[in-house]
């Protein structure tokens, strides 16, 4: 496995910042991407929280994201479609975009999750994650993994 996933914002079980939490600013972080495997025709990006009281909880859906794009820069806008012309679903909070962490308590994991697929469907804009999970069972290639962490104040 070849699929790297890192962050300028946040070290693999790093700390996340306040800035990117939904009280501090939900500032989308910095990511980027190597060893993106031969035959991949678009990459799909969930983030997530699997220890919400509710169950998992999404906080960013990115998908149709061109294999020769290897990075999302910082603070991407809550656009259906972004400049990539990668385009956006539906977070937990009922958004388009990136919605930062906001734990009701404690210390909690946010899984960044990569995956390298080898269809390109066109997807509408403002998918759910379950409707996204449909679509991309049995064609992914590769995926990658980063975990940060948020505490609530």
């Known amino acids: 496995m070849s699929l790297q996933l890192?962050?300028?914002?946040?070290?693999?079980e790093g700390?996340?910042?306040?800035?990117?939490?939904?009280?501090?600013?939900?500032?989308?972080?910095?990511?980027?991407?190597?060893?993106?495997p031969e035959g991949t025709s678009s990459l799909v990006l969930i983030a997530e929280d699997p220890?919400?009281?509710?169950?998992?909880?999404?906080?960013w859906l990115v998908y149709g994201i061109?294999?020769?794009?290897h990075s999302l820069d910082e603070r991407q806008p809550?656009?259906?479609?972004?400049?990539?012309?990668a385009r956006q679903g539906l977070n937990g909070y009922g958004e388009i975009g990136y919605g930062g962490p906001k734990?009701?308590?404690?210390?909690?994991?946010?899984?960044?999750?990569?995956?390298?697929?080898?269809?390109?469907?066109?997807?509408?804009i403002e998918l759910t994650r379950d409707e996204l999970?449909?679509?991309?069972?049995?064609?992914?290639?590769?995926?990658a993994e980063l975990m940060g962490r948020f505490s609530a104040s």
Request: proline share 11%.
């Open 103 to 124: 734990p009701p308590g404690g210390t909690h994991p946010y899984y960044f999750r990569l995956f390298a697929l080898d269809t390109d469907s066109d997807l509408p």
């Open 15 to 36: 700390t996340i910042a306040e800035q990117y939490s939904k009280q501090g600013g939900n500032v989308s972080p910095q990511l980027s991407w190597t060893g993106v």
């Open 133 to 143: 999970e449909g679509v991309i069972q049995g064609h992914i290639i590769e995926q």
């Open 78 to 85: 809550q656009n259906p479609v972004l400049a990539n012309s």
């Open 6 to 12: 890192t962050s300028a914002a946040f070290a693999h």
């Open 66 to 69: 061109p294999p020769d794009v």
């Open 51 to 59: 220890d919400a009281p509710s169950g998992t909880f999404v906080h």
